[in-house]
């Protein structure tokens, strides 16, 4: 079926905020199968390809070798025998899966020597997109007027949605899976087909010290040099068709790979990303900016440096905290800068202030016979925020105060447990299987779980945020007598007694449970919060998410008269192309950064008493000798990450970087902090994307490793 682009346009064809048209240059993620509106302008950057290239239902095209990797992140196939890159943080889960004190592949890398060692990972998927297929009008008919004239309710109008995407959904076929995505709020519905092959296995990984290299100092920012990649190979049936994991499998043969070009690329160069952006939120109200402003990104900030100084202080005292709470350090310190970073580029570009200005001008036009239906939008977004702040920040207080001391989560999570207990002392039917089968998970979940806890830690972390949470959440705090009792007679903080209490946990055990203090302090927490703070939320946000479908619309009425430039959808987790040029920027006064860096850097860097800069021996000899082989730049030096102005956000990292040739040039894996805003707005000056050079990549696989086998399977376009 050939899909026309004609249908879209009406409703993209709209001005963009007329106030920053000239800095808006190139940001957005635009959706491939409209990219024929970008066309002229990629090549008036240096793109030599078509839109066709990158995007075609009826042909092989570049998107054909992007990958949903696994949840969150992006992946793309660069050989013919399924061989897919990502970056090291977006493998990490798996890579750790297979590791332990015999085997540590995080510290010391894994590389297959073969294909039979290469590792299966239950439970990681790749998603390939087949199609994209406008269903707006099957979602939407009926669902604005009523027969009689009057606004379809809004409940009505979620629970239509709700029913008609189910039964799209439904239409699947064998191996493959259909989601159905609202844009510009719920305006439109587009239907995404994928094909998903579950069958995925771990090829190679450098170690942490490489993939890792300047851990969270250096991350969310630039000069960077993290060796962020790590290799898998998609497995098929032998018909090559989507299978379940079985040795008879073989490497999946695609329908597209990526060549690999070896010239790199320079200040200027056209680039272009193809990947998976999960939620940017450019055309809020400047209520929604104040929101996250003010209140959302504070809140979230104050609590995680409050639980990050006991996390680090900890870890600096003793090694094996050290380890246990590297990965759950990263994962909190992860948001808690970006966060940083984003209010304060919120803050720099007076955002707020420049969307009020953008609110005067949408209310004159509302004033106007043409914008008349929308004169109520912006007070009634006023009115909803200012009811949502208090419940919005009784949630963040649960999820960031309340739930910081990891044992109140992990008590909750037995009482499925207690439940099955329950009704297996009842003897009900089938009841004693069901209640072995939790205990099993919950036997697991609990090794897991000790094995990276540390209750001194734990119970430092429950003192200190409960001291903050009084003063901002009207419910009760436990005081440091109970706290005591949490971490002195709790059997969840004992790790040797609760490991010892399920191994043969009998049902009428489950009064321990039941009776435990932190259980039920655990267990009041999250009823409050689930019958009392979700509901509440919900209400705001459902309400929020009406109103700012009304005014996304509105925005697009508007300023359909008045310019060529284009609305792009937020981001929502579907494949998106952006593009821009290699390109430096200054972070402030005075200081203005290259956009790449080299082996040389890791080398300043280099500390051996600092866990995030050491340097392996090897490295450092293949920097000595320049033994760089045909991975060495122009000048002879190794690159290891460059910067652009492709305009990307979470989910992007792992995303194929691709010159104008729609080659491989790149691994985008992160953002400069300066530019962290760019999730509620862009900022062509400071935002840049973070991108690992793919001759580093290679140069590491080849030179570091020697994984010829993996060299000896790609295509390359060299000179
Ligand atoms: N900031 C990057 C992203 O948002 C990388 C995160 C992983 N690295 C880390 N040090 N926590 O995903
Ligand atoms: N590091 C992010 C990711 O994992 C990318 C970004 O936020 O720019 O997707």
């Known amino acids: 079926m050939r899909i026309s682009v004609k249908t879209f346009l009406p409703l993209l064809t709209g001005g963009l905020f007329l106030f920053c048209a000239a800095a808006r240059a190139d940001e957005g993620m635009w959706l491939p199968m409209f990219l024929k509106q970008n066309e002229a302008r990629m090549q008036e950057l240096g793109f030599k390809l078509t839109a066709e290239d990158v995007y075609d239902v009826n042909a092989s095209s570049l998107k054909d070798a992007v990958v949903i990797f696994g949840g969150g992140c992006t992946g793309e196939v660069v050989s013919p025998q399924g061989l897919v890159f990502t970056n090291?943080?977006?493998?990490?889960?798996?890579?750790?899966?297979?590791?332990?004190?015999?085997?540590?592949?995080?510290?010391?890398?894994?590389?297959?020597?073969?294909l039979r060692d290469e590792l299966p990972c239950p439970g990681l998927k790749v998603r390939f997109l087949k199609e994209m297929r406008d269903v707006s009008e099957v979602m939407l008919a009926g669902l604005e007027r009523n027969d009689d004239g009057t606004p379809?309710?809004?409940?009505?109008?979620?629970?239509?949605?709700?029913?008609?995407?189910?039964?799209?959904?439904?239409?699947?076929?064998?191996?493959?899976?259909?989601?159905?995505?609202?844009?510009?709020?719920?305006?439109?519905?587009?239907?995404?087909?994928?094909?998903?092959y579950e069958d995925v296995r771990l090829v190679g990984a450098p170690?942490?010290?490489?993939?890792?290299?300047?851990?969270?100092?250096?991350?969310?920012?630039?000069?960077?040099?993290?060796?962020?990649?790590?290799?898998?190979?998609i497995y098929a049936d032998t018909?090559?068709?989507?299978?379940?994991?079985?040795?008879?499998?073989?490497?999946?043969?695609?329908?597209?790979?990526?060549?690999?070009?070896?010239?790199?690329?320079?200040?200027?160069?056209?680039?272009?990303?193809?990947?998976?952006?999960?939620?940017?939120?450019?055309?809020?109200?400047?209520?929604?900016?104040?929101?996250?402003?003010?209140?959302?990104?504070?809140?979230?900030?104050?609590?995680?440096?409050?639980?990050?100084?006991?996390?680090?202080?900890?870890?600096?005292?003793?090694?094996?905290?050290?380890?246990?709470?590297?990965?759950?350090?990263a994962s909190i310190a992860n948001g808690w800068k970006k966060w940083i970073g984003e209010a304060k580029g919120i803050e720099r570009l007076d955002v707020v202030g420049s969307k009020r200005e953008y609110e005067k001008l949408f209310g004159e036009w509302t004033a106007t016979p043409e914008g008349a239906a929308y004169a109520s939008v912006l007070p009634a977004l006023q009115e909803a925020y200012e009811g949502f702040g208090a419940v919005q920040g009784e949630a963040i207080v649960f999820q960031e105060y309340v739930l910081a001391p990891e044992a109140v989560r992990f008590a909750y999570s037995f009482k499925a447990l207690c439940e099955a207990a329950e009704k297996a002392a009842s003897g009900e039917e089938g009841a004693v299987e069901k209640f072995a089968e939790i205990l099993r998970k919950r036997q697991t979940a609990a090794e897991d779980f000790y094995k990276n806890y540390n209750p001194e830690v734990d119970r430092e972390i429950f003192e200190?945020?409960?001291?903050?949470?009084?003063?901002?959440?009207?419910?009760?705090?436990?005081?440091?007598?109970?706290?005591?009792?949490?971490?002195?007679?709790?059997?969840?903080?004992?790790?040797?007694?609760?490991?010892?209490?399920?191994?043969?946990?009998?049902?009428?055990?489950?009064?321990?449970?039941?009776?435990?203090?932190?259980?039920?302090?655990?267990?009041?927490?999250?009823?409050?919060?689930?019958?009392?703070?979700?509901?509440?939320?919900?209400?705001?946000?459902?309400?929020?998410?009406?109103?700012?479908?009304?005014?996304?619309?509105?925005?697009?009425?508007?300023?359909?008269?008045?310019?060529?430039?284009?609305?792009?959808?937020?981001?929502n987790f579907t494949m998106r192309v952006a593009y821009g040029q290699v390109n430096g920027f200054s972070p402030s006064d005075a200081l203005v950064c290259k956009p790449y860096t080299t082996l040389k850097g890791i080398m300043e860097k280099e500390n051996p008493d600092i866990y995030d800069y050491v340097v392996e021996e090897r490295l450092k000899e293949l920097y000595r000798n320049a033994d760089y082989g045909r991975y060495a730049n122009k000048k002879g030096e190794m690159p290891v990450a460059f910067i652009g102005t492709n305009h990307?956000?979470?989910?992007?990292?792992?995303?194929?970087?691709?010159?104008?040739?729609?080659?491989?040039?790149?691994?985008?894996?992160?953002?400069?902090?300066?530019?962290?805003?760019?999730?509620?707005?862009?900022?062509?000056?400071?935002?840049r994307n973070i991108m690992l050079d793919i001759r580093y990549c290679l140069f590491i696989i080849d030179k570091f490793a020697g994984a010829r086998r993996l060299i000896d399977e790609l295509e390359f376009v060299e000179n």
């Not at 996390?311 to 005292?317: C, V």
Request: glycine fraction near 6%.
């Open 152 to 196: 379809v309710a809004e409940n009505v109008r979620r629970d239509s949605i709700d029913a008609r995407s189910r039964r799209l959904m439904k239409e699947a076929a064998q191996g493959e899976e259909i989601r159905v995505v609202p844009f510009y709020y719920g305006n439109q519905y587009f239907l995404f087909v994928y094909e998903v």
């Open 464 to 571: 200190k945020m409960a001291a903050r949470q009084a003063e901002k959440s009207s419910a009760a705090v436990p005081d440091p007598s109970q706290i005591n009792l949490f971490y002195t007679k709790s059997v969840f903080t004992q790790p040797q007694k609760m490991l010892a209490l399920l191994q043969d946990f009998k049902p009428a055990q489950r009064k321990t449970i039941l009776n435990d203090p932190l259980y039920r302090y655990a267990l009041s927490v999250y009823n409050r919060y689930i019958t009392h703070t979700v509901p509440a939320v919900a209400l705001y946000r459902r309400q929020i998410d009406s109103l700012q479908r009304v005014y996304m619309r509105g925005q697009m009425e508007m300023q359909k008269s008045s310019g060529p430039e284009t609305f792009y959808p937020d981001a």
């Open 648 to 687: 990307t956000t979470g989910g992007n990292s792992g995303s194929p970087v691709l010159n104008a040739e729609g080659n491989l040039v790149g691994i985008n894996f992160d953002r400069n902090w300066e530019g962290t805003m760019s999730d509620i707005r862009y900022d062509a000056q400071m935002c």
């Open 88 to 114: 090291h943080h977006c493998g990490y889960g798996y890579i750790q899966e297979h590791s332990s004190l015999e085997h540590d592949y995080l510290t010391d890398g894994f590389w297959a020597e073969s």
């Open 207 to 233: 170690p942490s010290n490489i993939g890792k290299f300047g851990g969270d100092t250096d991350n969310w920012m630039f000069p960077r040099h993290t060796g962020d990649f790590s290799v898998f190979r």
């Open 239 to 329: 018909a090559n068709r989507p299978a379940p994991y079985s040795p008879e499998n073989k490497p999946y043969s695609p329908k597209r790979y990526f060549k690999i070009d070896l010239r790199g690329c320079e200040e200027g160069d056209f680039t272009m990303v193809i990947g998976y952006p999960g939620r940017t939120q450019e055309y809020l109200s400047s209520y929604g900016v104040e929101q996250v402003l003010n209140q959302e990104d504070p809140m979230r900030i104050e609590a995680r440096t409050l639980r990050l100084e006991v996390i680090k202080a900890a870890m600096n005292r003793d090694a094996k905290t050290r380890i246990q709470y590297a990965a759950k350090a």
